[in-house]
């Protein structure tokens, strides 16, 4: 079946300009991640959307990033005026989250965002 | 504060050696721990995890060891082989849906 698929692939903006990411989790997957990676770091937890429920946003850095997630489908990340410090690979991952325990997470080929 | 650390940014193994790739961490909550698996251009997948209340778990070629006294896991590859060459995540989580990832060891499998 399809996995997760992000898009675009890439993108190159500008300083200042605002972007928009595109998560499409497994169908059927309640729960969905976003990630951040910086060069030479480990995934940096962003934002977790679960059903219907309120979603955990402790890690969005600042008031720029935001994400939005329709029912149990697809999501979008927006970074709005963009720094030179958000240049990263930006990931989603997708969980059944049918049990009461952490489970096993479903990546994306990631977003690699480069900010000039 | 880097509460899961892979102080092994690479490492080299000759094909059908033992890879072995530690990882440790500082927060005594955690109890499940995953391994993930990332080839360049492609998200992480998931490997193996372990529960805190196990010491070690066994899939194929792959086995975690957890030391929890000592807070420190590790994953060892046998035989190791050239697709093996990728980069390997570990992450913790104290229950919840939150992990936190390490970050990553390139491994190299020699053919």
């Known amino acids: 079946g399809a996995g997760v698929s992000q898009s675009p692939s890439n993108k190159v903006t500008e300083k200042g300009k605002d972007v928009e990411l595109r998560c499409d989790p497994i169908?059927?997957?309640?729960?969905l991640y976003w990630y951040r990676q910086r060069l030479g770091q480990g995934l940096e937890f962003l934002i977790y959307?679960?059903?219907?429920?309120?979603?955990?946003k402790s890690g969005l850095p600042s008031d720029r990033f935001s994400a939005e997630r329709t029912g149990e489908s697809v999501s979008t990340l927006t970074i709005q005026r963009t720094q030179q410090e958000d240049s990263a690979v930006y990931l989603c991952?997708?969980?059944?989250?049918?049990?009461?325990?952490?489970?096993?997470?479903?990546f994306g080929p990631g977003t690699r965002l480069t900010v000039l | 504060d880097q509460q899961v650390k892979q102080n092994s940014p690479s490492l080299s193994v000759q094909e059908g050696r033992i890879s072995i790739l530690n990882c440790d961490y500082t927060?005594?909550?955690?109890?499940?721990f995953l391994w993930y698996k990332k080839y360049p251009a492609e998200g992480p997948t998931f490997l193996i995890s372990?529960?805190?209340?196990?010491d070690k778990n066994e899939d194929g070629r792959f086995t975690v060891f957890l030391n929890k006294s000592a807070k420190h896991l590790s994953l060892h590859i046998v035989p190791s082989q050239p697709g093996d060459s990728a980069v390997y995540f570990c992450a913790a989580s104290s229950g919840t849906y939150k992990y936190i990832f390490g970050t990553g060891t390139r491994l190299k499998v020699l053919a």
């Open positions: 927060n005594s909550m955690f109890d499940y």
């Open positions: 372990i529960s805190s209340i196990k």
């Open positions: 169908s059927g997957h309640t729960a």
């Open positions: 991952a997708s969980s059944p989250r049918g049990t009461s325990g952490p489970d096993t997470q479903y």
């Open positions: 959307f679960q059903g219907n429920s309120a979603p955990d």
